[in-house]
């Protein structure tokens, strides 16, 4: 009879790693997700590479299945799904579009699979989302801009172009994203030398620092930033920026070198001018 019991103990085992007992391991042909509501979501046309088979909620989670497997989602195709919970993604996922699932307000987990084949992410693929962590397959080959825009919540970066100690996202010295939730002061490592469009939108920092190594500020880098009221420079050169990428409205003020001269750098003339916004130390 215990003979028997392990012999069965052992065959569900083999069958559920044959379905795909792991949860974060799905078939290539599904993508399973999770909703507040605990119902299916609607579904937009044509925005996955293969046509939809079914799209059913059961046991406490959605399965849409599809015809062949899955590699690509197109740009906007959950946008703004405030019914979303998770997303779970299955291997042969190749491309995530822009806007994909920006907006989706309850978003709070994607997982990707152990081998991964996911190299493209758009812009503001996840922006704006309940995101509090999110760990990078080390597929990922190229990616665009405001990745991770005004994720308020988002605590931890992992995996491929991490950076533990900084809390971010950064290749090749530029800073693409960051995790902030509960930080109101931050210091931009040394080594920096870009940070892109919309990397700080719509967080609620009070302090940034920034390092000598910094040499450009993207467009609208720090907009939204309603508390933002510090931002210190320690650079001989004045690093480029543009006049999105600090919004004044909130009594912000720019700490400089007084050593160095800012005027020579475009968009710094005028704003040098404004001694309510810049202050020399």
Not at 37 to 50: N, R, V
Not at 122 to 135: E, Q
Not at 186 to 205: K, S
Request: net charge negative; proline share 2%; aromatic share 10%.
């Amino acid at each position: 009879m215990r003979v028997k019991s392990i012999l069965n103990f052992m065959l569900c085992g083999v069958l559920l790693s044959a379905c795909g007992g792991n949860s974060d391991q799905i078939a290539n042909n599904t993508l399973e997700y999770t909703t507040v509501s605990g119902s299916a979501i609607e579904l937009k046309d044509s925005i996955f590479d293969t046509k939809v088979v079914s799209n059913e909620y059961v046991e406490g989670r959605g399965v849409i299945t599809f015809e062949k497997e899955l590699e690509f989602i197109d740009n906007k195709a959950f946008l703004e799904n405030a019914d979303l919970l998770s997303v779970n993604f299955p291997g042969t996922l190749k491309l995530i579009g822009d806007s994909a699932f920006a907006g989706c307000k309850s978003l709070k987990e994607v997982k990707f699979a152990a081998e991964s084949q996911l190299t493209t992410l758009g812009t503001v693929a996840f922006g704006y989302t309940a995101l509090d962590s999110i760990n990078f397959p080390e597929s990922i080959k190229q990616f665009e801009d405001r990745l991770l825009m005004g994720c308020k919540n988002l605590k931890k970066i992992t995996g491929k172009f991490s950076n533990v100690a900084q809390n971010a996202m950064v290749y090749e010295g530029r800073l693409l994203a960051v995790a902030l939730n509960g930080i109101s002061e931050y210091e931009v490592e040394e080594g920096i030398t870009n940070i892109v469009r919309g990397t700080f939108a719509d967080q609620d920092l009070a302090v940034v620092r920034m390092p000598e190594s910094l040499e450009r500020i993207g467009q609208h880098a720090f907009e939204g930033c309603a508390n933002l009221k510090e931002v210190h420079f320690t650079s001989q050169r004045a690093p480029f920026m543009s006049k999105s990428s600090f919004n004044f409205d909130n009594g912000l003020k720019l700490y400089i070198p007084g050593k160095y001269d800012y005027s020579k750098i475009s968009d710094w003339s005028q704003i040098i001018k404004d001694e309510e916004k810049v202050v020399k130390y």
